[in-house]
């Protein structure tokens, strides 16, 4: 056996025996760290203080949301003589958990049942409601709640401790989306909610809000359905049948005429930046998908270039090649020719193109080491802000050089304090102030990181956060030595540059009266209480919201959320998608843990663990997720059971949340150790606020897969394409075999790891090599063997990927290899130096729980 997997092996039957001596440490542990919210907090106040990082198993869960969901989508079919889909059912009422026990409140004891991760994706809960409501329900890979049932009251929700919350993806790309043109868009009088499929019609003339419950007059217009033809029959308009819906905005939801796409391209050139190789990659893409850049015939473009001093582009029509402006007093800057460096594309298509073939020689020979990226910013907000648009900025090293220059602050001896982790907040309050300029003016700033050296992204990051943009990050990256990086980038650019985008966009939330709104988490600026400004929205992300009960919910069935997108498309038309969820009320505890999303939960509780590492200190959030899991089930175990038995006991729907508690604590952005550089924690930390749900639960819980023995069997056919469907196994060494190949997914990067003993069958029709030994030492991309095996294992990492709108770089590691401690990291179940096992974090969770 291996000596790192005999040392495991050795580690695992040692836990029962370090326990006593564990448990004893921790006992003494005084509990600091709870959840501040503005109303009570969900989430209790004890608060045991870990000394170490607890692991969690693996969940395959995280792809159920990745699995093609069409049913919120299709046309809502009427039963025969019922009610309109817009009539809530009286059956709900009689509705109740209680009568039988479902399955997501069988009990389970976590200490026995070792193995709890299920072969195949679970799937999100679905909330109880009458059939006719669930058929038409919101899709919840775009709007779902941390509880499918809400609690009749603010103490029964601080009873059951956990957290209430949304999970969005509001501009997500969909298969199927009704589009409603019509000049009169039928909102509540009062409350302003769009028609959605859970008012309810009193009679043909009007209809009842399902927010604040104003009894409204259905417009003349509103009478003729345009899908059928047919007059007299509202509740089967479009607007009635379908959760998500777009409309086609009338002139009155413009301030001002539609903006043009406008597209401004921010570039380092600095010595450094020519060294990475990126520029040659950026010009290359940019002439592959010129055409394809979302637009119309008045779609704007427009390129800076900067060093120590700014370089700007004439790219005015009629000029026989492009000509290079340079601005050299940075302390002042300004625009040599406001009124031809951001040029109509269509009409200077020729001159840009020449530009791009030329920047990469431009500056090749450049000895040009100072980065001044302030002053580049400020460049550019001058440039756009009269229009508003998108502003991508290329920066590969610390900005040194006039405003918002910076100075190094991570030293890597700090690492290793258990306590606290220095330097999470930035050091300058430029990029932000900057950030909320842009956001002013409609515009929005995308980073592209690309540095083998401490960047702080923690002040960096502050420009893309509060201008809605997005951040990439790409360390290490070079154009020779590491060409995995190479490719992830070219993939991400080229879906950056061709992807959806919205523009001048605000996002509303409204919820049933009796419930509010108090944080909202992701990349934006809050305009109001309930209005995110979002002068750019693309379909890749994500935003949560932490909800309160202000008011005793008693005499409701059901309440409703609703999620209102007002943006600007890149044809200049002025749309607004709107997202409505229903979810049942409930008034008894087992009924709110019965309807638990562990899902939900767990990426809403990462989300307010980054807010609490920057506001407090990452021991504090660490701290509160732990006590998140064991205040949840101390509720369970207090107030739902009726049998005390001996265990760590859990329901049915929350047997992985101390799974994904310990994921959370082993994750990049909340681990200890001297591992972790200070950029990588905070990236993994802003990942964790803006992607997605279904992408940020891989990054806390990566799926496990043996690959080399795929086979047809129960496996999906997607496009004539065979996709095999290996079963997920649980993130611990004792799973590995030297005899295998794994594939761990990670979400935003795989790992193909291979058993010294691997089968020479799989080497040869997977690999292509001969031996172990032959399996070249920085191998990313499998060769496409004509072999079934080599077929099956290409089919299986395509279809992972294509589940996704980024690219995950993959690794193949041998034992020699440099990323094998990288890939061990992520067996959350196993003990390390710093952190416990799972098996020792459950005893830890029982230990508090029953004191």
Known sequence: MEPWLAMAHKHQTAIIMLTTKWLACLSTVHRVGTWATTPPSPLGTRTPRLLTTPPPPMHPALQAATQPYTQAHQPYQQPPGGPGPAQLSPSLAAMSLQSNTPESLRVVNLLQERNLLPPSPTPPPTPCLPQDLQKINCNPEVFRSTLTSIPQT????????????????????????????????????????????????????????????????????????????SYGEPHKRPEVQNATIEFIAPSEYMLRPPQPAAYLFVLDVSHNAVETGYLNVFCQSMLENINALPGDSRTKVGFITFDSTIHFYNLQEGLSQPQMLIVSDIEDIFLPTPDSLLVNLNECKELVQDLLKSLPTLFQKTMETQSALGSALQAAFKLLSPTGGRMTIFQTQLPNLGVGALQSREDPNQRASAKDIQHLSPATDFYKKLALDCSGQQVSVDLFLLSSQYCDLASLGCISRYSAGTVYYYPSYHHQRNPALVECFQKDLKRYLTRKIGFEAVMRIRCTKGLSIHTFHGNFFVRSTDLLSLPNVNPDAGFAVQMSIEENLDDLQVVSFQAALLYTSSKGERRIRVHTLCLPVVNSLSDIFAGADVQAISGLLACMAVDRSATASLSDARDAMTNAAIDSLTSYRQSVLTIQQPGLLAPACLRLFPLFILALLKQKAFRTGTSTRLDDRVFAMLQLKYQPL?????????????????????????????????????????????????????????????????????????????????????????????????????????????????????????????LKSTFMQNMIEDRTESALSYYEFLLHLQQQISK
Not at 201 to 222: A, G, M, S, T
């Open 154 to 229: 603010q103490s029964l929700l601080n009873k059951a401790k956990m957290p209430l919350g949304l999970m969005l993806h509001p501009f997500k790309d969909l298969s199927q989306l009704p589009v409603v043109t019509s000049s009169t868009i039928v909102r509540c009088r009062s409350c302003r909610t769009y028609i959605n499929p859970f008012v309810s019609f009193l009679d043909q003339r009007r209809w009842k809000c399902n927010l604040c419950h104003r009894v409204n007059d259905v417009p003349e217009e509103f009478m003729y359905n345009p899908v059928s033809r």
């Open 694 to 818: 279904v992408y940020s639960l891989l990054m806390i819980h990566p799926a496990l897969y043996r690959v080399d023995d795929l086979t047809d069997e129960g496996a999906l056919n997607i496009n004539e394409r065979t996709i095999p469907q290996p079963r997920v196994l649980q993130l611990s060494v004792e799973k590995l075999s030297r005899e295998a190949a794994f594939l761990m997914d990670a979400g935003t990067v795989m790992y193909l790891w291979i058993g010294r003993n691997c089968h020479p069958n799989f080497l040869s029709q997977v690999l292509g090599v001969p031996s172990y030994a032959a399996v070249p030492d920085n191998l990313y991309l499998l060769p496409e063997l004509d072999t079934a095996e080599s077929q099956r294992t290409r089919a299986f990492i395509g279809w992972l990927r294509d589940q996704r709108p980024f690219f995950p770089p993959m690794h193949v590691i041998r034992e020699e290899s440099q």
